[in-house]
């Protein structure tokens, strides 16, 4: 007799540059592995390959997130589903809570929510705690944090820290190599939170100091035009390269030397994590999530946040010392290996995944 595998079904918002897209790709891909049917639904998957997308059963519905029109999308969803509804659904972000507690609520199916940063100052989370299971946060400072803020029981939030590949095409290639020019870089979407006005403020100190540096900017979104329009100002607009519309951020990780997160707040950081598994040195500021990975001048440099002279001083240690950034690439990677493997996420979700199909009875569609 087969045993039917558990179907899980993914709700996610538009897939861009940023660490939790990554988060749902690998949930996507790697699920199946541990007994697990998935499935992803999203607004926008267009920069994710279309047979990759097949593979993955994604699924564009591209008004879902749409203030009026999404309810009507909605309900188109939840007609599809109602032929095979999900056993548990597992909402990738807060920016898609609405339409996936919905869902949740009329197939009358749990749901795991994860969350990847701080609440916003007047932001509120309603939680339907008869169909809510369990919320994972990517890191303690996030959990923390959002015990604090919503007086949610301690019990139904839990950590699952993000989880990457270690990229073995990538070990090879060390960093500040001989007769290159030596490039800090940084990565994500392009919003204010990110703190790349600091970033850039910081650049055109180093590049004050003469040294033959080039700096790379990975990412897209609002900042965008700000960040260049600044660049020029600083005049250094012919030293700094930006790189958009990516979603695999490998081969421009693959191209720093250093990689700096000047975030002014951060839940923990995907793509800092897949830079430190490339055995990339990073220098990063003392906000959130980022403790659990960078430990001052052993896997990575800390530096305060919104203070582009701190940052310059920490880039120029290193310019000066490639033995020692070495050294923190790889004590980095082997952090990586060790604590944030994507192995290690996969498998507590999936153990996440049984404790609540196996302890929940899952009431019935009426």
């Given at each position: 007799m087969s045993v039917v595998e558990p179907s899980v079904l993914l709700i996610a918002g538009r897939f861009s540059v940023r660490g939790s897209c990554s988060y749902t790709l690998r949930l996507a891909e790697h699920l199946p592995q541990r007994g697990f049917r998935t499935s992803v639904v999203c607004p926008d998957a267009h920069l994710i390959d279309?047979?990759?997308?097949?593979?993955?059963?994604?699924?564009?519905?591209?008004?879902?997130?749409?203030?009026?029109?999404?309810?009507v999308v909605r309900s188109m969803l939840l007609r599809q589903l109602?032929?095979?509804?999900?056993?548990?659904?597992?909402?990738?972000?807060?920016?898609?809570?609405?339409?996936?507690?919905?869902?949740?609520?009329?197939?009358?199916?749990?749901?795991?929510?994860?969350?990847?940063?701080?609440?916003?100052?007047?932001?509120?989370?309603?939680?339907?705690?008869?169909?809510?299971?369990?919320?994972?946060?990517?890191?303690?400072?996030?959990?923390?944090?959002?015990?604090?803020?919503?007086?949610?029981?301690?019990?139904?939030?839990?950590?699952?820290?993000?989880?990457?590949?270690?990229?073995?095409?990538?070990?090879?290639?060390?960093?500040?190599?001989?007769?290159?020019?030596?490039?800090?870089?940084?990565?994500?979407?392009?919003?204010?939170?990110?703190?790349?006005?600091?970033?850039?403020?910081a650049a055109a100190r180093v590049l004050a100091t003469g040294r033959e540096v080039e700096f790379l900017i990975a990412g897209a979104g609002p900042e965008e035009a700000n960040l260049r329009r600044l660049s020029r100002e600083l005049g250094i607009n012919n030293k700094v390269t930006f790189?958009?519309?990516l979603l695999d951020f490998d081969d421009a990780l693959a191209a720093m030397d250093v990689f700096v997160l000047?975030?002014?707040?951060?839940?923990?950081?995907?793509?800092?994590?897949?830079?430190?598994?490339?055995?990339?040195?990073?220098?990063?500021?003392?906000?959130?999530?980022?403790?659990?990975?960078?430990?001052?001048?052993?896997?990575?440099?800390?530096v305060p946040p919104s203070n582009s002279q701190a940052l310059a001083d920490r880039i120029t240690e290193l310019l000066d010392d490639h033995g020692r950034a070495q050294t923190i690439g790889r004590a980095a990677r082997d952090l990586v290996e060790r604590e944030f493997g994507v192995e290690g996420m996969i498998d507590q979700t999936a153990a996440l995944y049984h404790e609540i199909l196996e302890g929940s009875p899952v009431l019935q569609p009426a």
């Open positions: 279309r047979e990759r997308r097949r593979e993955l059963h994604i699924n564009e519905l591209s008004q879902l997130d749409w203030p009026v029109w999404g309810s109602w032929q095979e509804p999900p056993d548990l659904i597992h909402i990738q972000s807060r920016g898609v809570m609405c339409q996936g507690s919905w869902i949740a609520r009329h197939l009358q199916r749990p749901f795991i929510l994860t969350v990847h940063d701080y609440l916003q100052p007047n932001e509120r989370l309603c939680i339907e705690t008869r169909w809510c299971q369990r919320i994972v946060a990517v890191s303690d400072a996030v959990r923390d944090d959002l015990l604090y803020r919503t007086k949610l029981p301690e019990k139904l939030v839990t950590t699952i820290h993000s989880g990457v590949d270690r990229s073995a095409s990538c070990e090879a290639l060390k960093v500040f190599t001989p007769n290159r020019v030596p490039v800090i870089g940084t990565a994500g979407a392009l919003e204010a939170v990110k703190g790349f006005p600091f970033f850039l403020g790189v958009p519309n000047p975030s002014l707040q951060q839940g923990l950081g995907t793509i800092m994590l897949d830079a430190m598994a490339m055995g990339r040195p990073v220098i990063a500021t003392r906000v959130g999530g980022v403790y659990s990975a960078v430990r001052d001048n052993e896997t990575g440099l800390l």
